[in-house]
């Protein structure tokens, strides 16, 4: 058994200049590594701070749309309620002025209804009137002698007390 020397085989060498090149290097590479890390952990932390920041705000505006919301559909139902008001009470207007009008054209037909039997009663006791006036006269000019004249008129002022009192009465 051949024994060589610890520093004659290549796995020893090569360990010896991994631990030499971390004791050069090592601490530049931590400081290099743990700043990569630092810089990545920061960056996360910021990111994490924005989504908060941003749910936060988003969340403010979700209750702000909501109550916003909630208004709107109160003043749409006040709204509502109103129209359907004001729907009611012009439906009522409109009606009372329908009947109103029927009111109106009513009155207006039995005016002239009335008007009408007014005129042909007239017409009738004025045509009664003409004839009776022509049959007098025929009557009177055929008929009435002096002595039957005088007659007529005694018995007309006879019975003008009596029709005198009842047109009073």
């Not at 004659?8 to 400081?31: C, D, M, Q, S, T």
């Not at 709204?79 to 329908?98: C, I, K, N, T, Y």
């Not at 009335?114 to 000019?141: F, G, H, L, M, S």
């Amino acid at each position: 058994m051949h024994h060589e020397s610890f520093f004659a085989e290549p796995a020893n060498w090569v360990a010896i200049a991994y631990v030499v090149f971390f004791l050069l290097f090592g601490r530049k590479l931590w400081g290099v590594i743990t700043g990569l890390l630092d810089a990545r952990t920061n960056a996360v932390r910021a990111e994490l701070d924005e989504a908060r920041r941003l749910r936060d705000e988003a969340e403010a505006l979700l209750r702000d749309a909501s109550t916003r919301r909630e208004a709107a559909i109160t003043e749409a139902n006040a709204l509502l309620e109103g129209a359907r008001a004001e729907a009611v009470r012009l439906a009522a207007a409109a009606e009372a002025e329908a009947r109103a009008s029927a009111d109106r054209r009513e009155r207006l037909a039995l005016d002239r209804i009335a008007a009408a039997e007014k005129a042909a009663v007239d017409d009738v006791r004025t045509a009664a009137a003409d004839i009776a006036a022509t049959a007098a006269e025929r009557v009177i000019r055929q008929d009435l002698t002096a002595t039957a004249d005088s007659a007529l008129i005694d018995r007309a002022i006879g019975g003008l007390p009596s029709a005198l009192g009842r047109r009073a009465a």
